[in-house]
């Protein structure tokens, strides 16, 4: 057992010398790795009288997660969707949706799909956290491998990280996203952790 304990280690120390990150690449910000603190920065694909993003949380009050500028006449009462984007369990609190008003006429954002067409261009490196995070893809700002970015006229390209499984399997991925089209391509790194406490991810 204790062999296996010392080849994972030494197998987990090479593949982090092994996953090189160019020097023209930034550290992803703190702040972005938490989904709540990206949505401020949207900056929706159709102009929107007002929009807001929701949990399907049972008090009103805790459930506005962001929103736009209102104005003062509008109140927009609509029921919760059944189902939302980043969806962790079932019941309360479990899901974030987008609720939208254009014409008068309130729509939903109500799946993954759904939010990259909210977002449509990308115009800034948030919104691109937050379309690679609707593949399965987040931030992890400990390592460069797993939070670090690139801006380009054309693309945004970053090291983020995908975890699967339990005990969970962390993985770095090199993720490159077409700013006009917001088409993400994605190379694997490697595994560099095994991770037994499921419940930290």
């Known amino acids: 057992m204790k062999v296996i304990i010392a080849f994972s280690l030494i197998l987990s120390n ?3 010398s092994q996953i090189k ?3 023209d690449y930034k550290k992803i910000p703190d702040i972005l790795d938490t989904v709540d603190y990206l949505y401020p920065f949207i900056v929706p694909n159709k102009d929107y ?3 807001r993003v929701l949990s399907n ?5 805790k459930a506005v997660i962001y929103e736009s500028q209102a104005p003062e006449f ?13 969806q962790k369990c079932i019941g309360n609190n479990c899901f974030s949706y987008i609720l939208a008003c254009k014409n008068e006429r309130s729509i939903y954002f109500s799946n993954e ?14 919104e691109a956290i937050l379309l690679a995070k609707t593949y399965g893809y987040s931030v992890d700002t400990s390592n460069r491998f797993t939070g670090a ?3 380009e006229d054309r693309h945004i390209s970053m090291f983020l990280m995908q975890s699967k499984g339990c005990p969970a ?25 095994k991770d037994e406490n499921c419940s930290s991810l």
């Open 113 to 126: 799909q759904q939010l990259r067409d909210f977002i449509g261009t990308v115009d800034n490196l948030p």
């Open 21 to 23: 990150v160019p020097d």
């Open 14 to 16: 090479l593949l982090y």
């Open 49 to 51: 009288a007002y929009w």
């Open 74 to 86: 509008m109140t927009i009462n609509e029921p919760v969707p059944e189902k939302g984007f980043f």
């Open 169 to 193: 399997v962390k993985e770095s991925f090199s993720v490159k996203i077409n700013r006009k089209t917001g088409k993400l391509e994605a190379k694997t790194n490697g595994i560099y952790t």
């Open 149 to 151: 970015y690139k801006i």
């Open 57 to 61: 949380d049972s008090d009103y009050e």
